[in-house]
């Protein structure tokens, strides 16, 4: 047996007043050969954007508080998913916007042993 537990839907954040603000979603082939900032060690999100958008550099970031100064800091864009938690002020001054490819949509499921029983 199986149950849906989460999606996790995967956005860029482009600061405003770029031309790409204009849009309600993007695709990967809108951000490729954009320039991004990227957490290290976010499993296969970081695999994903790398492989969807070569044309573009990324700026791998290891310290969560220095890749937050750079989002704060930069024009570069970066990545968010809706379960991700920036603080309050980190996003102000950037857009997020959904990318749309079925690859940045991802369902996590249950699996469990018929005959079990478990509660949501």
């Known amino acids: 047996m199986y149950h849906t537990f989460l999606t996790e839907h995967l956005s860029v954040c482009i600061p405003f007043g770029h031309s790409l603000c204009s849009y ?66 980190i996003l102000n001054d950037r857009k997020r916007i959904p990318i749309v490819d079925d690859c940045a949509n991802v369902e996590y499921w249950v699996v469990w042993k018929k005959g079990n029983t478990y509660r949501f």
């Open 24 to 89: 309600d979603k993007l695709t990967f082939h809108d951000l490729n050969g954009y320039n991004c900032l990227l957490r290290d060690q976010l499993g296969f999100w970081t695999d994903l954007c790398k492989r969807k958008i070569p044309a573009s550099k990324f700026l791998i970031q290891t310290d969560e508080s220095e890749f937050l100064e750079l989002v704060k800091s930069s024009t570069l864009f970066c990545f968010s998913t809706n379960y991700a938690s920036y603080p309050d002020e």
